[in-house]
C-alpha cells in the first residue's frame, strides 16, 4: 500500500502592498454568538502562473471554497456577479468593485508548477471594507499534495476571519461498512477530513470497531475480532504494522490515547463487569483505574491529561462521570433526560461532547466539564459517536437509518447545532474520530 | 484399520456440523432463529440430524441453542432458565464438547455499551452452566455488542430476537 505522502510545506511572507488604510474595527466572525447569516467572501479563481498549473489552480480554488463554505461561517458570491476580475495576482486590487457586490473579504491566489513537480501556491487575503491585505503567505511543496497545501489556505483564511484555530488540514479515521444490516462488512479507513482520499488499512475478513489516532496522526488503535474476541489494536498508519496490546487474551474495547501518547485507556471486560484500565505502550504496564461491579467504558482524557471522561451505569443507568487519570472518586455530570454514553473531552479543554438516548431518539450533544450548559445539537433514529475538530468548533459523528435497510452516514455539526451537513464517503461510515491539525 | 477409518470418519462429521452451526451463527445469516441453524445438507440425518441426541442439530434445535433477554438486562428469565437446564445436561451428557457463548444486544444502544452488554449477558449464561456442573474450561465466552443483529428490522419484534445469548458447541479443547 502507499506511503502517505509526507508534506514538506515552505510558508512564506509575501511583501504586503501598501494598500492598509483607516480601520472601522477588525474583519471577524464570532463564531459562539450563533451565525444568523454567513459572511458573504469572494474566493477568485486562482490563477495559473505557467503552463500545467491550470487543473491545480482550478481544483485548488474549489477546495478552498468548499472548506470555507462547508464551516457554514461563509457564502461565497457567485463569480457571475463580479464587476472587477483577478487575472494577475499582482495587480492592485480595486475595492470598490468588490464592495458593490458586498463581499466582505476577497481572497486571490496563484499557483506555479516549478520543476521536479513542486507546486508554489500564493494567495491574499483583503478586507475589502477596511481596503487591508490582511494575509499574504506562499507555500512550496510537491503538487500531489495539492489539496493539502488548499487546506492550508483556507485554515489560514479561517484563522484570521474567526480568530479561532483551524481545522481543515486533517484527516479522519473511521469504519468503512458495506453489505446488508446482517452481514457487515467493516474496515479502518482514513480519509481528509472532508471525506476525499479514503484509504482502506484492513480487510474484510474481522469485524474492526471504534478507531482514534494517536497524537501526531502516525498511530491508530481500535478493536477488531482479529483473535476471536474484541481486542484493542494499536497499527501503525504507514507501515499497517500491528500488535495487540494486552498479552492476555481479555476483551478490550473502547480506546483512546492520552493527550502525550504514552498512553491508552481503554475498558476490559471479564464477563460480568467491565472496568477502565491504562496502559503504558512503552512499558506494557497495565493500571486498573475503575473497579466496581459496574459497565465502565468509553474513557477520554482531559486535553491536560489530568482527568478522564467515562460513562457507566454504577448509579442504576447509563451515564456520564468524571475521575482522576489515576483513578479515584469519580463525580456524575450528566443529569439531563435519559441515558449519556460516548463522552469525549473537547481539545480546547472546555466542553465534553456526548450521545444521549431520550424519548426513543438518540442526539449527539455538549456539555460544560461540569456538566453544566447542556445542549443537544442532532436529533434522529441513530445519531451517535461525536468527535472534535482539532479546534473545537466541529463535531463529527455517525447517523444511521432505521428498518431492515438501515445502515450509517459520516455527518458534521457545529457547536451551536445550526450547520449539519453529511460527510460524503465512499461506503457506508460510522465510528469517526478527527486528528490533530497535521504537521 | 476398519475402525481407525470409521471413528475418524464420525470425528469428521462432528467437527463439520459444528463448524457449520459456528459459521452460520456468527455470520448472523440464520436469519429463521433456532429453527434455522443445524442444516445438514449430504450428511446422514439419521446419524446428526436432530434424531441423534448427541449431535450438535439436536442440541440447536431441540434443547435449543439461545435464551433472550428483557431490553438492557442480562437477568436470566424463567424461559431461559428452562432452555440453560437443558444445555447443561446435555453437556453434562456429552462431555467431549466446548462451549462458546456469544452475547448480543440490539441496535437501541451505543456501541461500547452494548459491548459491555453482550459480555455481561454471555457470563449471565456461563455463570448458570457452571452453576450446574458444567466445568468453566468448557466455556469461552465472547460479546458481539450490536454488530451482528440476527433480525434487521427496527422494531421490537427485531429487537428482541437480537437480544441474545448463543451457546455454539463444538468439538476440542476450549482456547
New interface residues.
Given amino acids: 500500500m502507499k506511503q502517505v505522502l509526507k508534506l514538506m510545506i515552505a510558508a512564506m511572507m509575501l511583501g504586503l502592498p501598501a494598500q492598509a488604510q483607516e480601520n472601522s474595527g477588525p474583519l471577524r466572525i464570532e463564531i459562539t454568538e450563533g451565525i444568523i447569516e454567513p459572511m458573504p467572501i469572494a474566493v477568485t479563481q486562482f490563477v495559473a502562473e505557467n503552463a500545467g498549473a491550470e487543473a491545480f489552480a482550478s481544483q485548488l480554488t474549489d477546495v478552498v471554497i468548499s472548506d470555507l463554505v462547508g464551516s457554514g461561517l461563509f457564502r461565497n458570491i457567485d463569480p457571475s456577479a463580479y464587476i472587477g476580475s483577478v487575472t494577475n495576482f499582482n495587480a492592485p486590487v480595486s475595492f470598490p468593485d468588490w464592495k458593490a457586490i458586498n463581499a466582505q473579504a476577497l481572497i486571490t491566489g496563484a499557483v506555479t508548477l516549478t520543476s521536479d513537480n513542486q507546486m508554489v501556491v500564493k494567495f491574499r487575503l483583503f478586507d475589502v471594507f477596511g481596503q487591508e491585505t490582511l494575509i499574504g503567505l506562499q507555500f512550496a511543496a510537491s503538487s500531489q499534495s495539492w489539496r493539502r497545501m488548499s487546506h492550508k489556505v483556507a485554515d489560514q483564511v479561517y484563522a484570521r476571519l474567526t480568530g479561532e484555530d483551524p481545522y481543515f488540514d486533517s484527516r479522519v479515521v473511521y469504519i468503512a461498512e458495506e453489505g446488508?444490516?446482517?452481514?457487515?462488512k467493516k474496515r479502518l479507513a482514513v480519509m481528509d477530513y472532508d471525506g476525499a482520499n479514503t484509504r482502506y488499512l484492513t480487510g474484510t475478513d474481522d469485524?474492526v470497531?471504534?478507531p482514534r489516532f494517536s497524537p501526531n496522526a502516525r498511530e491508530i488503535i481500535y478493536t477488531s475480532y482479529e483473535t476471536?474476541?474484541?481486542q484493542v489494536f494499536l497499527m501503525n498508519v504507514d507501515t499497517l504494522s500491528r500488535r495487540v496490546l494486552d498479552s492476555e487474551?481479555n476483551?478490550t474495547?473502547?480506546p483512546r490515547f492520552s493527550p502525550d501518547g504514552r498512553k491508552v485507556v481503554m475498558?476490559l471486560?471479564?464477563?460480568?463487569?467491565?472496568d477502565i484500565y491504562s496502559f503504558d505502550l512503552a512499558t506494557g504496564q497495565k493500571v486498573q483505574l475503575t473497579n466496581t461491579s459496574a459497565?465502565d467504558?468509553?474513557p477520554s482524557y482531559s486535553p491536560d491529561g489530568n482527568q478522564i471522561v467515562f460513562?457507566s451505569?454504577r448509579g442504576g443507568g447509563?451515564q456520564i462521570y468524571v475521575m482522576p487519570a489515576n483513578g479515584g472518586a469519580a463525580q456524575r455530570i450528566s443529569f439531563g433526560k435519559g441515558r449519556y454514553?460516548?463522552p469525549v473531552w473537547s481539545p480546547r479543554g472546555d466542553m465534553i461532547a456526548f450521545?444521549n438516548?431520550s424519548g426513543g431518539r438518540f442526539h449527539i450533544g455538549v456539555m460544560r466539564t461540569d456538566g453544566s450548559q447542556e445542549k443537544l445539537l442532532t436529533g434522529s433514529?441513530?445519531d451517535?459517536?461525536p468527535t472534535w475538530s482539532p479546534n473545537g468548533r466541529v463535531i463529527m459523528f455517525f447517523r444511521?437509518t432505521?428498518?431492515?435497510g438501515?445502515a450509517p452516514n459520516l455527518f458534521s455539526v457545529d457547536i451551536t447545532g445550526q450547520f449539519l451537513k453529511k460527510v460524503p464517503t465512499p461506503t457506508f461510515g460510522s465510528?469517526p474520530a478527527w486528528s490533530g491539525l497535521l504537521e | 484399520m476398519t475402525f481407525m477409518k470409521m471413528g475418524m470418519t464420525l470425528a469428521c462429521v462432528l467437527a463439520l456440523t459444528a463448524c457449520q452451526d459456528f459459521r452460520q451463527n456468527e455470520s448472523g445469516l440464520d436469519g429463521n432463529g433456532v429453527n434455522g441453524s443445524g442444516t445438514t445438507t449430504g450428511v446422514d440425518p439419521n446419524l446428526t440430524g436432530v434424531n441423534d441426541p448427541t449431535s450438535v442439530a439436536y442440541f440447536n434445535q431441540t434443547i435449543g441453542d439461545r435464551v433472550l433477554f428483557q431490553v438492557d438486562q442480562s437477568t436470566l428469565t424463567p424461559t431461559a432458565i428452562s432452555t440453560l437446564d437443558g444445555q447443561a445436561n446435555w453437556l453434562l451428557a456429552n462431555t467431549s464438547y466446548t462451549t462458546t457463548i456469544e452475547g448480543h444486544a440490539d441496535e437501541q444502544g451505543t456501541r461500547e455499551y452494548n459491548l459491555a452488554l453482550g459480555a455481561r449477558r454471555a457470563n449471565a449464561v456461563r455463570d448458570y452452566l457452571v452453576s450446574k456442573g458444567i466445568a468453566a474450561n468448557r466455556i469461552d465466552i465472547v460479546t458481539y455488542g450490536k454488530e451482528r443483529p440476527l433480525a434487521v428490522c427496527s422494531t421490537e419484534e427485531c429487537w428482541s430476537k437480537n437480544r441474545r445469548a448463543v451457546t455454539l458447541v463444538a468439538t476440542g479443547l476450549s482456547s
Fill in positions: 446488508p444490516k446482517n452481514d457487515r469485524i470497531l471504534a476471536g474476541v474484541p487474551r476483551m474495547f473502547a475498558s471486560s471479564n464477563g460480568a463487569k467491565s459497565i467504558t468509553a460513562e451505569d447509563q454514553g460516548t450521545t438516548i433514529f441513530l451517535e459517536g444511521e432505521q428498518g431492515s438501515g465510528d
